[in-house]
């Protein structure tokens, strides 16, 4: 079979920071066990049904990776680049099967293997949903196959993790599970109930506490605007209140976004949500973090996170980097951005619309 014939199963969405990383994205189980959530609501997984993939399956994906790293590696050696990998071994596979440059299987495994095939990230929407068993036979094999690989990642529920018991968390971890992204969205009860998050704030926080008991390393989401005009004070308040229980390793900011088909976006054309203006945002920002006493860093690593003129250029207030700002050392640095961002006009900063250029409010 011709390398551009070869194919593993790659789900719809990471985390930019796996982005960043050109983390290897390997399908575990399939969609969101949840979309329900108002502002989602799986459309990214095209609200398709979520699926349990068996280990086999994921081991036979785990062998393709491991077939295509191994031929990348093969034409280096054959063309004297001692298993380096360049833009010329990348022409010369190219060349002899052009088909590979259309391949996103072979593209993405050249890229990860360029950037040291250190680090995975194990999709889709809720990994820990799987038992936990075979959870740590498709680990065990990857890690079997891949010896060389530093960091492992997942999406989970904070739901999953409240009801997954210490011991087997202990043993993920032990397998060799790294780092653990949960969407927290919000710690405000009244707008997890509204949202549909399918999650209490206590449940948030016992989740979290679990996690960072197992030894994960864990990024929580926050989606800033989530509550509104409306909403926001309570947001910004009770957001603090659950992440300073919880002490994450990362909060990562994203700030609300409203694709077509969420049932957010009805809200907001009945006028039923009333989505903050920029200097709104960041009085929001500045609220939370005020009120954030937490060891970990504070990241802006999502590129709907507050832009503004400034002359002909766009810049950004914050740093996008993934590893963001850390606390408490560049509170004080981060507030005062969020004071710089408040200084520049209203009507200077871009609205969200306009960042993603696209057709959506
Ligand atoms: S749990 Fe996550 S993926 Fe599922 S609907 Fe909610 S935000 Fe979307």
């Not at 979309?35 to 990214?44: K, L, N, T």
């Not at 391949?103 to 293997?113: A, I, P, R, Y």
């Not at 229980?245 to 957010?264: A, C, K, S, T, Y």
């Not at 250029?313 to 606390?327: A, E, I, N, W």
Request: proline share 4%.
């Amino acid at each position: 079979m011709k390398l551009s014939e070869m194919s593993f199963e790659i789900g719809a969405i990471r985390p930019p920071s796996e982005g960043g990383s050109n983390s290897l994205l390997l399908r575990l189980t399939r969609n969101c066990p949840w979309s329900r959530c108002r502002f989602c609501y799986g459309i990214m997984y095209g609200r398709e049904k979520f699926e349990l993939r068996s280990v086999e399956e994921i081991k036979a994906d785990i062998d393709t990776v491991k077939t295509i790293a191994d031929q990348i590696s093969l034409v280096s050696w054959e063309l004297g680049y001692a298993g380096e990998l360049n833009h010329q071994v990348a022409s010369a596979m190219v060349n002899r099967d052009p088909a590979l440059r259309l391949s996103e299987c072979f593209v993405m495994v050249f890229n990860w293997l360029y950037s040291g095939a250190k680090t995975v990230f194990l999709q889709d929407a809720n990994s820990l949903a799987m038992p936990t068993a075979k959870l740590i036979e498709a680990i065990n094999y990857l890690k079997e196959k891949f010896p060389g690989i530093t960091r492992i990642t997942t999406y989970a529920r904070s739901k999953t993790l409240a009801k997954k018991p210490l011991n087997k968390l202990k043993a993920l971890r032990q397998a060799g599970l790294t780092r653990i992204h949960v969407g927290l969205e919000t710690g405000d009860d009244e707008l997890l109930r509204r949202v549909e998050k399918g999650v209490t704030s206590e449940e948030h926080i016992i989740a979290g506490k679990r996690a960072k008991e197992a030894g994960f390393e864990l990024s929580e989401y926050v989606m800033i605007d989530l509550g509104g005009r409306a909403r926001y004070r309570e947001h910004a308040e009770n957001t603090a209140r659950v992440l300073n229980e919880i002490n994450p390793d990362f909060i990562r900011l994203r700030p609300l976004r409203l694709i077509p088909g969420v049932p957010m976006l009805d809200d907001y054309e009945k006028g039923e949500l009333v989505l903050s203006s920029p200097h709104e945002r960041l009085e929001e920002l500045k609220i939370f973090v005020r009120r954030l006493n937490f060891t970990g860093r504070l990241c802006f690593d999502h590129f709907l996170n507050a832009w503004y003129r400034d002359g002909t250029r766009s810049r950004t207030l914050f740093s996008q980097d993934y590893s963001g700002y850390k606390f408490p050392e560049q509170k004080a640095e981060v507030l005062a951005l969020i004071d710089e961002g408040l200084r520049v006009d209203e009507s200077a900063h871009l609205h969200y619309k306009e960042i993603m250029g696209m057709n959506t409010i």
